[in-house]
């Protein structure tokens, strides 16, 4: 899935993922709303081609799905194809479709693997937002209620959606695609990495979020030899890291045509894993509720994904009835200024609101089954109860449970001292300090700004994602056991090292130039060990050097 200026041998590599010859077009609903091009929503600085679909007297405040095409592929085929037009028109919500330009890449590819289409705020994956953006503003869309499905190089590009823009979307689905940030090591090849560097890539791309962040369902054919399946274990490896639950499923369940379902946490995570299928998004031609699509060139006759993603998503307008009231609503903890609360799950909701006092609290519903409602005042009673949500509306509301806000603590702890600065890289920084009596973690400030989530336990940390050849300022406070925060040490600057040597290269030359090494017929990187592919002059890699004699896979990276 390249841009035309890479080497001839990865385009030919790369043309089969999601090729797709010709497009079988079929009959269209007796409908007037047709696939409408929209000729200016924004900058566009990654110069792809929106398309939206309103289906007949769709009212406003209606949600909208953003579908992704293959390599090859366009919109008109992957709206026609995919089955999603037939619930749009069904259960009411409206769909953009976009496109990728043969002139950003010769495949028309979306450029899952270039740094520039994959950040927050640039290229490619801004103007998808825009797209978002435009439909809000101009076609009635529910900001709230926004969700992104694609296949392949689109499913890699759905991951990158989720992942720079989880304020944003609600929830969305990968077919075929990749781990966000993974580049093109992935496509061919298991990846060594622990959940929480899995995880890190995500929180990396929109620093600073703190949730909520979106569900996600992945599917993967078992027999897929265009992107392997081990993908489908690494974005839900990916993403349950992220939500901060088990990567051992909560439930499994067998569907139609030999479909395998496993949920994880509370539904936050699916994985869809297809036996006997190959690469193309599932679809199941006929006239049942649960059918979908044409079967065609990488649109293969399995199970329908459009039905199981839309009802996923909650936009099933089948659902009449709102769902019961929550039970085992619990206070779980108090501070002077913040009251957290759990329940029990209910079957069929799709979210929660809080309300304190008889008042909503949560501007939108909460998806898993804990909130902590912030901002309270010390030595203070609160009332609340909890009502669960799907798509008819909200449900009725659970018992009421009270809990007293803590007194005012004392002040925090002292200021650190020492603050040092250890290591530079081109991308981070590292520090350390002396410990604080009373001290049970400490933050980290770049610039005045908190860069740590939650307190470090040690009196060292890493500051990653920097920009190179750039001046930063530190600074570190300490916690007490009481969650109390106490002054800032000192600042020290740091400036990070001048931008990473990087090499491309077949394989064969990368070994010859001792940057990797080859074994049992494969290739790895010095240092990181990480698997290239096949020792031979056809697989092309940048490596990039991070220390001495160390090297990383940096592929649309440099």
């Known amino acids: 899935m390249p841009r035309p200026s890479a080497p001839r041998l990865l ?16 009959a269209a609903p007796a409908q007037a709303a047709t696939l409408t091009q929209v000729s200016s929503f924004g900058s566009n600085p990654g110069n792809l081609t929106m398309y939206s679909y309103r289906p007949d007297n769709l009212p406003a ?16 085929g992957y709206f026609t194809n995919s089955g999603w037009r037939k619930y749009a028109d069904l259960w009411g919500f409206g769909l953009i479709v976009a496109e990728q330009k043969s002139a950003n890449n010769s495949l028309s590819c979306f450029n899952w693997f270039q740094a520039g289409d994959i950040a927050r705020g640039q290229g490619e994956a801004l103007s998808v937002k825009q797209m978002v953006d435009h439909a809000v503003a101009n076609l009635g869309a529910d900001a709230s209620r926004v969700y992104v499905s694609g296949l392949s190089a689109g499913g890699a590009m759905s991951a990158v959606m989720l992942a720079t823009y989880p304020d944003v979307f609600k929830a969305g689905s990968v077919i075929a695609g990749i781990p966000y940030n993974c580049g093109t090591a992935c496509q061919s090849a298991a990846q060594s990495k622990t959940p929480q560097q899995w995880g890190n890539l995500v929180r990396s791309a929109y620093s600073g979020y703190a949730g909520p962040w979106p569900r996600v369902a992945i599917w993967q054919g078992q027999s ?19 939500h901060g639950v088990s990567q051992t499923p909560t439930g499994t369940t067998g569907l139609p045509a030999s479909t395998t379902l496993e949920t994880y946490g509370s539904d936050v995570v699916r994985l869809y894993k297809i036996a006997g299928m190959g690469h193309g998004t599932p679809v199941d031609p006929g006239s049942g509720a649960d059918q979908c699509g044409t079967a065609t060139s ?54 929660y609101h809080v309300y304190r006092g008889g008042t909503k609290v949560t501007a939108s519903p909460v998806t898993g089954t804990s909130y902590t409602d912030g901002g309270l005042t010390a030595s203070t009673t609160y009332s609340y109860t909890v009502r669960a949500v799907n798509a008819a509306g909200e449900g009725s509301a659970s018992g009421a449970v009270s809990a007293t806000t803590a007194a005012t603590p004392p002040p925090g702890p002292a200021a650190p001292t020492g603050l040092t600065v250890t290591a530079v890289t081109d991308t981070s920084v590292s520090l350390s300090w002396t410990a604080v009596s009373g001290a049970t973690g400490y933050h980290v400030y770049r610039g005045g700004v908190k860069v740590t989530s939650s307190p470090v336990g040690a009196t060292s940390y890493t500051n990653t994602g920097l920009a190179a050849s750039t001046a930063y300022s530190f600074t570190v406070s300490a916690v007490n056991s009481s969650g109390v925060e106490g002054a800032q040490s000192a600042a020290v600057p740091a400036t990070t090292a001048a931008t990473a040597a ?30 290239m592919g ?7 890699h940048t490596l990039k050097q991070t220390g001495p004699n160390y090297y990383v896979i940096a592929d649309g990276q440099c």
């Open 11 to 26: 385009r030919a590599a790369l043309a089969v993922l999601t090729g797709l010859a010709g497009v079988a077009v079929a």
């Open 61 to 76: 405040g209606r949600p909208v799905v953003v579908l992704l095409h293959g390599c090859t592929q366009n919109a008109s």
């Open 224 to 242: 897929d030899s265009t992107v392997v399946p081990a993908n489908g274990t690494e974005l839900m490896t990916q993403w349950t890291n992220v």
């Open 298 to 351: 990488y649109f293969l006759d399995t199970i329908c994904s459009a039905y199981r993603d839309a009802v996923y998503f909650g936009l099933d307008s089948t659902v009449s009835t709102p769902p019961g009231a929550p039970t085992g609503l619990a206070v779980t903890g108090t501070t002077n200024v913040s009251v957290s609360l759990s329940w029990t799950a209910v079957s069929g909701a799709t979210g």
């Open 502 to 531: 990087c090499f491309t290269a077949s394989n064969y030359a990368q070994v010859a130039a001792g940057r990797a090494y080859h074994s049992l017929g494969y290739t790895y990187a010095n240092g990181s060990n990480q698997n």
């Open 534 to 540: 096949l020792y031979n002059t056809f697989y092309t």
